[in-house]
């Protein structure tokens, strides 16, 4: 008898293939389970190990044993005319057409149920698009003097004076970004270095600077040590170094680094105006609490988060309730004020606050440059007033030269105005600035991706990738952004602002949008249940919840469940224009509520009049346009529809046809000649 027919009388064959189909089907329940609570991956690798090495014990048993009605027995043992060995094979016939019909059942819960969200299991290192990608760029020394001021030591075991020390380095830093003639790298880029143990030399390579500053800071009862030396990156020579033991008070402090910042420009050889040379020497307050309260609300100034603003107003609210005299901290108070008019309440009453608080500031101190920089804000931020912002932000920016924000803020008001290149120059040159921070490459790479320049806009994001985490909510969102706008990608869209809700409200629109796009009904409702209340109304839109339900039902549920819904927030919508006709936010909405609800005159009437008070901002001017299209759209009416489509599109800064042939409320157009006219006059470039 061949070995071939013995095998197969003693059922190995079909053993072999059932074990590799159970053990298949079991090692995906285990990952599965594995991941859920966390498990490390070496144990499922493990577990793959263990398979692998137990199929051929398995087999060697089913050679050597067989089943008989009596239980297990050595194959020699048995009788042949008492086998049941083709029962048994029967039998596992059997077990292997369960376990295949499993397999496939996995198998296709994973290619077509798995939900394109994070929580539906998308993977958390997606594959990203394959086009040309520009390596991180090593910043060289620039002809002018270049230092970068490394974070300071602290000799103490007190948080408290850690937190000290960070402040009196941010001082200086702010100090010296006041001398033209130096480029001073900013905070932001220098805090990796802290605690750090390389050398002098990389540090200095890889922030493209000449010289580095080191220094440590000690505070003991009524008195502070603070010593500080400036190096030469290239010969690791001291340049200069001085130690400052003085009485703790907040005028030595500033007079501290008043004289840092004159020691370390004389040996560079810096030349500084008698203007520069005042503001160096300017006292900010001489309450030391104050300052250290003022430099809490500093830290928080930065953050687009809601609960952080907050928190910050009421930090430099405690700073001016402990010294009223503190100009400075007034004009923080109102970049603050503003951030949150901005961002989260268009509530008028912020605004006049924040003017308030900059006139307050410069009635104590007309000087300071901090002054100009809040006004910049306050017409940007309070009224899209670019000329105005420009002009303060210039007289700011003569005063600072070095300072980072006020070349992004340049930037973001030149990018408002449709100056595209100007604005892209000015991020550049904060970039160049802050090297070793992303923020300002992922708003050069937003920036290049509005205007439809993909590749260029990969590069960028490529780039902050190199310089952030991967959980950096605003890279994540942007990514989101490009999915959607390359290639119209809404799986990896959705993955992407799952991971970004935190960064600012638009992302809670667009993962809501990316649903609808699907066609995902549950997960659309999902998306507006999770809206936060406070990220409803906010300055580039203004929804009710009743009104996202209703037009996700419109759109791809139960039409009959939307009506009730919609006619909610056409009361809303109403009642509040009544007493604020000119709110555009709103009447965008109500706009797309009536041509849900098929009020077609009611809805070509709200659209012109939103038209009639649209925001003057070119960076999402065609947003605007797109989003008001929905309403005529779904009222019927195609030509106001195509006609508000063709001015989107015209712009060249916004949404694409990917936009298009993804947004429901544009289904019945699709069929139209006007449509495939928008296709040949707007083609986006293949992925």
């Known amino acids: 008898m061949s070995l071939f027919v013995e095998l197969k009388r003693r059922n190995v064959f079909r053993v072999g293939i059932a074990y590799l189909l159970g053990g298949w089907v079991l090692l995906q329940g285990a990952d599965f389970a594995l991941d859920v609570v966390g498990a490390p991956d070496w144990i499922i690798q493990a577990l793959v190990v263990l398979a692998i090495v137990g199929l051929p014990a398995v087999l060697i048993f089913a050679w050597v044993f067989e089943m008989t009605p009596e239980g297990l027995k050595r194959e020699k043992d048995v009788v042949r005319g008492s086998s049941i060995a083709p029962q048994t094979g029967r039998r596992l016939d059997r077990v292997i057409i369960a376990f295949l019909v499993v397999a496939v059942g996995v198998l296709l819960v994973d290619r077509f149920m798995a939900g394109p969200g994070p929580a539906q299991g998308l993977p958390t290192e997606p594959a990203v698009p394959t086009v040309p990608v520009e390596a991180v760029q090593t910043p060289t020394a620039a002809d002018r003097p270049s230092v970068a001021v490394l974070p300071f030591a602290f000799r103490s075991t007190n948080p408290e004076d850690e937190f000290f020390a960070e402040g009196i380095h941010d001082d200086l830093l702010t100090q010296l970004a006041k001398i033209g003639s130096l480029k001073v790298i900013s905070r932001t880029s220098v805090m990796e270095y802290k605690d750090t143990t390389k050398k002098i030399p990389d540090i200095a390579r890889e922030l493209g600077v000449a010289t580095i500053v080191e220094g440590g800071v000690q505070r003991s009862g009524s008195r502070v040590r603070i010593n500080a030396q400036l190096i030469d990156a290239d010969s690791d020579e001291h340049l200069w170094a001085e130690t400052f033991n003085r009485e703790l008070t907040a ?93 989260y309440d268009p509530d008028p009453a912020l605004r006049d606050q924040a003017l308030a608080a900059i006139d307050r500031g410069r009635s104590l101190d007309a000087a300071l440059p901090e002054h100009d920089i809040a ?114 990608d809404t799986r990896m869209a959705r993955y992407y602002y799952g991971r970004a809700l935190g960064a600012y409200p638009d992302v809670f629109q667009n993962l809501w949008l990316a649903t609808l796009g699907d066609r995902d009904l549950p997960a659309a409702l999902q998306a507006v249940e999770n809206w936060p209340e406070n990220m409803l109304e906010v300055r580039i839109f203004h929804f009710t919840r009743p009104m996202l339900r209703g037009l996700t039902e419109h759109l791809i549920g139960d039409r009959s469940q939307a009506r009730a819904p919609l006619l909610d927030a056409e009361q809303y919508f109403l009642a509040l224009l009544a007493n604020a006709p000119a709110n555009f936010t709103a009447l965008k909405s109500l706009c797309q509520v009536q041509g849900a609800l098929g009020r077609r005159q009611e809805a070509g009437a709200t659209c012109r009049a939103a038209g009639d008070h649209l925001p003057d901002d070119a960076f999402i001017r065609a947003n605007h346009l797109f989003q008001l299209a929905v309403g005529p759209a779904l009222a019927g009416d195609t030509e106001h529809a195509f006609e508000l489509l063709n001015a989107s599109l015209a712009l060249g800064c916004g949404p694409s046809m990917h936009h298009l042939h993804l947004h429901p409320a544009f289904d019945a157009l699709r069929p139209l000649p006007a449509y495939a006219e928008l296709e040949r006059r707007y083609p986006v470039p293949p992925p």
């Open 375 to 488: 006004q910049g804000y306050y017409h940007y931020w309070g009224f899209l007033d670019y000329e105005r912002a420009l002009a303060a932000l210039d007289r700011a920016l003569a005063a600072m030269p070095g300072n980072t924000r006020i070349h992004e803020a340049r930037a973001y008001v030149l990018r408002r105005q449709g100056h595209f290149d100007q604005a892209l120059d000015s991020l550049r040159k904060a970039s160049e600035l802050s090297p070793r921070q992303g923020n300002d490459v992922v708003e050069i790479g937003s920036t290049l991706l509005s205007l439809g320049r993909f590749d260029e806009a990969w590069q960028a994001f490529e780039k902050a990738r190199g310089l952030m985490s991967e959980d950096n909510q605003t890279l994540m969102a942007n990514l989101g952004d490009y999915s959607l706008w390359r290639s119209g």
């Open 251 to 343: 005028e030595n402090l500033f007079e501290i680094q008043a004289e840092i910042s004159l020691a370390i420009a004389d040996a560079l050889q810096a030349t500084l105006s008698p203007e520069e040379e005042a503001q160096i020497g300017r006292v900010l307050t001489d309450d030391l609490q104050a300052w250290e309260s003022y430099q809490r609300a500093l830290r928080l100034r930065d953050s687009a988060s809601s609960d952080r603003i907050v928190t910050g107003l009421a930090e430099i609210e405690h700073t001016l309730s402990l010294d009223p005299g503190f100009a400075a901290a007034w004009s923080l108070k109102a970049i603050m004020l503003l951030q949150r008019f901005w961002f």
